[in-house]
């Protein structure tokens, strides 16, 4: 509680003083020359004078308060339009540092189609170098047909092979009779 009420005179005599320490001794002046006037006797005057000197002195305490209370005013309006500044600032940041992310993640995709990118022109060389798929087939049925030909034509000559090793064996087996036969003619006589 006397923190509060120290701020509170501080804040008072902040706002009498305004930013120098004149207002201080004006007001204590002020006090000192009011109480003089008022132990003092004098109605005539002297007592006018230094009643008129009294309120000059409480008009310039007045204006400075008034003054001290603008400045005070001025600095809480300020304060205010610092804190509205800060406020779009921080949206700011947080607005560039959102646009930060999207740019790193449109950076990251970016580098993922370029990556496919040359994946791709890498592909469609190779492709390139290699005949159409029309072609391939083409060339398979033509290489599948070929090598039918060439079974069915090692088929018929296995087939004449076996034919003729069967017929040159029964030659053969007919050439040891007619040998035998030859012989055992050549014996008979």
């Avoid at 509205?84 to 947080?94: G, H, Q, S, V």
């Avoid at 993640?105 to 970016?110: C, G, I, N, P, T």
């Avoid at 072609?135 to 079974?151: H, N, P, S």
């Avoid at 090793?165 to 030659?171: E, I, V, Y």
Wanted: hydrophobic content about 35%; charged content about 35%.
């Amino acid at each position: 509680m006397s923190a509060i009420t120290d701020d509170e005179i501080i804040k008072r005599r902040l706002l009498i003083e305004g930013e120098s320490g004149n207002d201080d001794r004006r007001i204590t002046l002020l006090l000192k020359n009011y109480l003089r006037w008022v132990a003092s006797d004098d109605v005539g005057e002297d007592g006018y004078e230094a009643y008129q000197a009294l309120i000059a002195s409480v008009y310039q305490c007045e204006n400075a308060m008034e003054q001290s209370s603008l400045v005070i005013a001025m600095n809480y309006e300020q304060q205010k339009q610092y804190e509205d500044l800060y406020k779009e600032i921080e949206t700011a940041i947080e607005s560039a540092k959102n646009r930060i992310q999207k740019c790193k993640e449109d950076l990251r995709s970016a580098k993922t189609v370029r990556k496919n990118r040359r994946e791709y022109d890498s592909l469609a060389k190779v492709l390139c170098d290699h005949p159409e798929r029309d072609e391939t087939l083409e060339k398979y049925r033509k290489l599948k047909a070929t090598l039918e030909r060439l079974e069915n034509l090692s088929e018929e000559y296995d087939r004449k092979i076996r034919l003729r090793k069967t017929q040159f064996h029964l030659f053969l087996v007919a050439l040891k009779g007619l040998q035998k036969i030859v012989e055992g003619r050549s014996y008979l006589k």
